[in-house]
C-alpha cells in the first residue's frame, strides 16, 4: 500500500478498529511485536522525534499510531521515521520512552521492519533482521482499556501512516509504502534472524495479518 505522506482528515490512511467490540489487534498487555516492509524515498520524510523521551516519536514520520489523546488508558505506543531511521515509542500512563535507531531505512529499498515489547518493559528495534538498539522503558499493560470512554473518535483504532487525530503539522505524515504487517501477541524476535520473505501465514501468536493485496481504490 502507498502513502503519499498527506495524511489529514481522515484520508490517505488505514484505519484498524481495536475496540466496540474489543479485537485482538488491540496488543499491550502481553508482550508484543508489529513487524512490516516497508520503503521509503530518500529524503521524502524528514520529521525529527525526540528520542529518550515519552510521546517522542509522535514529531516523526508516523508509520503506526496506536496513541490516545490525553491522559486516561492504560498506555499507547507508535512508530515513525526519525530522519528517516526507525523510532519506536511506548508509554504506560504517564511514563515511557522512546527508541530511536540508527539504520537508515529511507533509501528507495524495500527493509524488513521489528518492534518487540515485553511487558517488563524491554523495547527493542531489528532491521533486515539485525538488531538495531533496546532500551527499557515503562513496564506494564499498555493496551486500549476496553470500553474506554473517549470524546475522540479515532481513539479506539490504529492508524497507518498518519497522526490520527490531525493534531497539526508538527506530526507529520508518512510517505513510502508498507506490505505484510503483522501484529503478534509475543516476541518473535531475540537476536539477529533473517527476514522472512515469503507472505505471512497466521499462526498462534498472530493477533492481526494485513497482506495490502485486498483493496482497490479507496478500499
Known amino acids: 500500500v502507498r502513502f503519499f505522506g498527506n495524511g489529514r482528515t481522515a484520508i490517505a490512511r488505514i484505519t484498524i478498529r481495536i475496540d466496540a467490540p474489543a479485537r485482538p489487534a488491540d496488543v499491550g498487555a502481553t508482550d508484543f511485536t ?13 520529521g525529527v522525534v525526540t528520542c529518550n523521551q515519552n510521546d517522542g516519536w509522535i514529531t516523526g514520520n508516523i508509520v503506526f499510531d496506536r496513541d490516545i489523546y490525553n491522559a486516561g488508558d492504560y498506555g499507547d505506543f507508535g512508530i515513525a521515521l526519525n530522519g528517516g531511521k526507525v523510532a519506536f515509542g511506548l508509554s504506560v500512563g504517564s511514563s515511557g520512552t522512546t527508541l530511536c535507531g540508527s539504520r537508515t531505512v529511507a533509501d528507495s529499498q524495500w527493509h524488513h521492519v521489528a518492534l518487540t515489547r515485553r511487558t517488563n518493559g524491554g523495547m527493542a528495534i531489528f532491521v533486515d533482521g539485525q538488531p538495531d538498539g533496546n532500551t527499557t522503558g515503562a ?13 475522540y473518535p479515532w481513539d479506539p483504532y490504529i492508524v497507518l501512516g498518519a497522526e490520527k487525530h490531525d493534531a497539526g503539522s508538527a506530526y507529520p505524515s508518512f510517505s513510502g509504502w508498507l506490505d505484510e504487517l503483522r501484529i503478534s501477541s509475543t516476541v518473535r524476535y531475540t537476536a539477529t534472524f533473517t527476514p522472512p520473505v515469503a507472505p505471512f501465514t497466521t499462526d498462534g501468536g498472530t493477533a492481526a495479518l494485513y497482506h495490502f493485496n485486498e483493496g482497490t481504490g479507496t478500499t
Open 34 to 46: 508489529i513487524e512490516f516492509w516497508l520503503k521509503a524515498e530518500t529524503g521524502a520524510n524528514t
Open 139 to 151: 513496564a506494564g499493560d499498555a493496551s486500549y482499556h476496553d470500553g474506554r470512554t473517549t470524546g
